[in-house]
T-cell receptor, first 114, second 112 residues
Framework: DTAVSQTPKYLVTQMGNDKSIKCEQN?????MYWYKQDSKKFLKIMFS???????INETVPNRFSPKSPDKAHLNLHINSLELGDSAVYFC?????????????FGSGTRLTVV | SQKIEQNSEALNIQEGKTATLTCNYT??????LQWYRQDPGRGPVFLLL?????KEKRKERLKVTFDTTLKQSLFHITASQPADSATYLC???????????FGTGTRLLVSP
């Protein structure tokens, strides 16, 4: 059983389109995150949710909108995709918002905007 | 400005030797520091966590040290194996900020 699963694994789309990435965790964790890894492999936090409540919203364009229907799911919707959005997006979860027992990451969604 | 720095150059070592990776940080007051392993095409995998009041932590062949005066953590893999080849990321949470900030990672290559 995959602990943190993301779909799709690959996403190729044209500029201007709207797309969503889904994430689910079966660990019973309270907190979920979205990270972006750019072409230089730098991993940067975008959002975090604790028990469906947004607790971190980094300086991310408002074209990116996370949604957490329940604490096991955190989806990422992106409007009006731009070339610069191309990256690998990772979902992660931790037992609580302090993350003191480590984060569990999904295997990533490689988004390519053409 | 805040920085977490890891050696951007790949570290090449021979099988059986000890690999030592460095993580230096500036303008953070971390409650703890974590180390992750990332393989190509995969997400980071949590390895070890060390708290600000701990000097050293061990897990099997892994050892992490944390010096809050030097603002540095060292990550050691003893008796390294080719299967240890991967990128290793350090990450820290600034006290009270509830988010994990990652360094840029160091690629380790262990040759037979």
């Amino acid at each position: 059983d995959t602990a943190v699963s993301q779909t799709p694994k690959y996403l190729v789309t044209q500029m201007g389109n709207d797309k969503s990435i889904k994430c689910e965790q079966n660990l019973g964790h309270d907190t979920m995150y979205w990270y972006k890894q750019d072409s230089k492999k730098f991993l940067k936090i975008m959002f975090s949710y604790n028990n469906k409540e947004l607790i971190i919203n980094e300086t991310v364009p408002n074209r990116f909108s996370p949604k957490s229907p329940d604490k096991a799911h955190l989806n990422l919707h992106i409007n009006s995709l731009e070339l610069g959005d191309s990256a690998v997006y990772f979902c992660a979860s931790s037992q609580d918002h302090q993350g003191a027992q480590g984060y569990t990451f999904g295997s990533g969604t490689r988004l390519t905007v053409v | 400005s805040q920085k977490i720095e890891q050696n951007s150059e790949a570290l090449n070592i021979q099988e059986g030797k000890t690999a030592t990776l460095t993580c230096n940080y500036t303008n953070y007051s971390p409650a703890y520091l974590q180390w992750y392993r990332q393989d190509p095409g995969r997400g980071p995998v949590f390895l070890l966590l060390i708290r600000e009041n701990e000097k050293e932590k061990r897990k099997e062949r892994l050892k992490v040290t944390f010096d809050t005066t030097l603002k540095q953590s060292l990550f050691h893999i003893t008796a390294s194996q080719p299967a240890d080849s991967a990128t290793y990321l350090c990450a820290l949470e600034n006290t009270g900020f509830q988010k994990l900030v990652f360094g840029t990672g160091t690629r380790l290559l262990v040759s037979p």
